[in-house]
């Protein structure tokens, strides 16, 4: 800023290399506190959308379409990849068997061409029959049928959040 003496000349401020240093630093330091400022309420706001939004996982249904009645033809037993449990059709119905085992929940394996074996635990060795009861092994107790039906449009369905314990086969 500019002024003027007695005899009307006009003085020019005087600055010095220091004063010229000082402002280069308190303009750095405004920038930085800027900067700070913005990345914490940044921060903050993100921390906060986040509290609105559920840290839940999503499983998949524990109900699910198997498929059609045609592809399970009389005498087939079908692995259903993927969700642990085979399709058993028969002369007098079909239903759905955990292949879970029972013991530490290895994934167990059907047994073919056998008639007393109908599914065996690879991990230590439990066998069931083809009804998954208890052959034999570690396994404490028998494989789980889960309810099954089939809905409106003709696919058939199994839930495995309901265990059929009457065993009762799905009439088709
Ligand atoms: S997990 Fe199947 S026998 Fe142990």
Redesign the pocket.
Known sequence: MSSENSTGATILPFRTSDDVVDEDRRGFVKKMALTALTVGVGGAAIQSARFFKPNVLYEPSKAFKVGELSKFPIGSRIVIEGRGIEIVRERDGMHAISLV?T????L?KPVENDPDTGYM?P????TFTLTGGVLG???PKDLPWYEMYMDNTGALVVDTSKVNHKRTKLAV
């Open positions: 085992c013991h530490l929940g290895c167990i635990c991990c230590h060795g439990s092994g570690p396994a």
